[in-house]
């Protein structure tokens, strides 16, 4: 009878110990989604936010180039409609450099037009303003893709440490709670100013899912 009794004080036990972990764990996978999801909102705000600034920073160069501005305007429209992951951000590293090519084009059409003119003062006043202007605004975009850059990093790291916490045993109870989170791959090795490889491979630790 006290065998009995001390079986079942430690069978229960060992009930109330799975309980607690299980509940620990079901906590700690919330609250490392939660992580994702937040460095994701932050993420797509510092998109947007580059997005909505693109459109007057093609307007301001249209005034002063003749030059085919398409490139930049294609790249701004696949960044838009591209899905959050890899594939969008790849479009973003398109966008950069193309607003970086972009952004070359002021400074040597103003120097022809001043180079060809018998009256700067009066005309290349208005030049010189709108060049400031890009200038501005191409600042104002190299901030936001150095944030976009900044946020890819931390978004990717806590969906790698997401997904480490996922694959643990106990984790696989809850697999279909917690969906696995596509990275942003992309824009994490490279810097605003540095162009994409094609030819790089994804990193293999990068998870795929949705």
């Known amino acids: 009878m006290l065998w009995f009794i001390l079986g079942a004080c430690a069978l229960a036990v060992v009930v109330i110990l799975a309980l607690v972990m299980t509940f620990l764990r079901f906590n700690q996978l919330s609250m490392a989604r939660s992580l994702c999801d937040e460095a994701k909102r932050q993420l797509i705000i510092a998109l947007r936010a580059r997005h909505a600034l693109v459109p007057s920073y093609i307007g301001t160069l249209q005034q002063i180039t003749t030059s085919d501005l398409g490139p930049v305007e294609l790249a701004l429209a696949s960044a838009e409609r591209a899905p959050f992951g890899p594939r969008g951000a790849a479009a973003e590293s398109a966008l950069t450099r193309a607003v970086d090519d972009a952004a070359q084009i002021p400074s040597s059409v103003g120097d022809r037009a001043v180079a060809g003119d018998s009256t700067p003062v009066m005309q290349t006043s208005p030049r010189e303003e709108l060049d400031t202007t890009v200038e501005l605004l191409h600042?104002?975009?190299t901030v936001l893709t150095d944030r976009i850059v900044s946020g890819a990093r931390i978004y990717n790291t806590n969906v790698e440490r997401y997904h480490?916490?996922?694959?643990?045993?106990?984790?696989?109870?809850?697999?279909?709670?917690?969906?696995?989170?596509?990275?942003?791959?992309?824009?994490?090795?490279?810097?605003?100013?540095?162009?994409?490889?094609?030819?790089?491979?994804p990193s293999p630790s990068d998870p795929a899912g949705s």
């Open 139 to 141: 600042g104002q975009l």
């Open 164 to 201: 480490r916490q996922r694959e643990l045993l106990l984790s696989r109870l809850f697999q279909n709670v917690f969906k696995a989170r596509e990275p942003f791959s992309r824009m994490e090795a490279q810097s605003p100013s540095e162009p994409a490889n094609p030819s790089e491979p």
